[in-house]
């Protein structure tokens, strides 16, 4: 069983189909080489594309996921590493200053050096800018792609959470094709099917990437969501799956605009699982009983 590969847009990169996500690794409080295996694991299964972002765990995750790396630098070149800037941590001390987004040219341009300092690499194969700052100046946030596109620290660009507008916006003041759009789908958060968000991406024959497929854990939780598990169990069922997470990234990858699922779960057994999501046949019905229940 391995994980196929796609090309994320037509001028590339090429992901594996599903992404590993790496937002709480620092809760699975893995010493330095046991996150290695744990990575080594997940690359056996081909899920070679980590998601990171210069944020995630008040800035630790990244220098935590390098310290794995370092441990076998060579895994480097076996993985494609996408990092999110964006938000700006509140400061201390006499002026401290509430946690914000940030498109600044300057801040982009440190967040993402700061990503290769933490991963100890050359540079990143995707760069997202995570949330649509209300104050983006486009050609600002177009000024520092092209300085580190340039300068070879990274070699594609996307977004993340933004509309169909915000993405025209940044991508009128590109010369060169903004690769994806990272948002929320599953059948909890269907908001893309409806904004014209999936649209835009088929249109533009764009993989985007799905986060919070599993809605955060509140799939499971929840009783409010008790008839969308039922749903999920009896197709589960019908398709011969072993859970029902399965059939979810099943049901988003059936999606025709393609999406890549990010698996948040630091759990090998689960990882494992999702792999074998590609495999379920969803028939249009069921694809629907899905939507409909999660509606």
Not at 26 to 41: A, K, N, T, V
Request: hydrophobic share 40%.
């Amino acid at each position: 069983m391995s994980v196929t590969r796609i090309l994320v847009s037509p001028e590339g990169p090429q992901f594996s189909r599903l992404v590993m996500g790496y937002q709480r690794l620092l809760e699975w409080q893995l010493s330095p080489r046991e996150l290695l295996g744990f990575i080594e694991q997940h690359l056996e299964l081909g899920i070679t594309t980590v998601d990171h972002a210069d944020s995630y765990g008040h800035h630790g995750c990244e220098a935590a996921f390098g310290q794995a790396l370092a441990l076998k630098p060579g895994l480097r070149e076996k993985l494609q590493i996408v990092s999110q800037c964006s938000m700006v941590s509140g400061g201390s001390g006499l002026a401290p200053q509430a946690a914000h987004d940030s498109s600044d040219k300057a801040h982009i341009i440190a967040s993402a050096e700061h990503s290769l300092r933490h991963f100890n690499t050359d540079h990143l194969d995707l760069l997202l800018l995570n949330h649509s700052d209300y104050l983006m100046n486009a050609d600002e946030v177009a000024k520092a792609f092209n300085n580190l596109k340039k300068s070879g620290k990274v070699r594609h660009f996307g977004v993340s959470n933004f509309t169909p507008r915000q993405f025209e916006l940044l991508q009128s003041r590109l010369e060169y094709p903004l690769v994806t759009n990272q948002i929320a789908i599953s059948p909890l958060h269907q908001h893309g099917l409806i904004d014209g968000t999936l649209d835009l991406c088929q249109q533009r024959h764009i993989r985007p990437m799905a986060w919070s497929c599993l809605g955060g854990g509140a799939l499971f939780k929840a009783s409010a969501h008790q008839a969308l598990r039922d749903e999920l169990a009896q197709v589960a069922l019908e398709v011969d799956a072993t859970s029902i997470e399965q059939v979810v990234y099943a049901w988003i990858m059936k999606l025709p605009s393609q999406p890549l699922p990010i698996i948040g779960s630091g759990k090998i057994a689960r990882i494992k699982q999702a792999a074998q999501a590609e495999d379920l046949p969803l028939t249009r019905q069921q694809w629907y009983r899905i939507q409909r229940a999660g509606m």
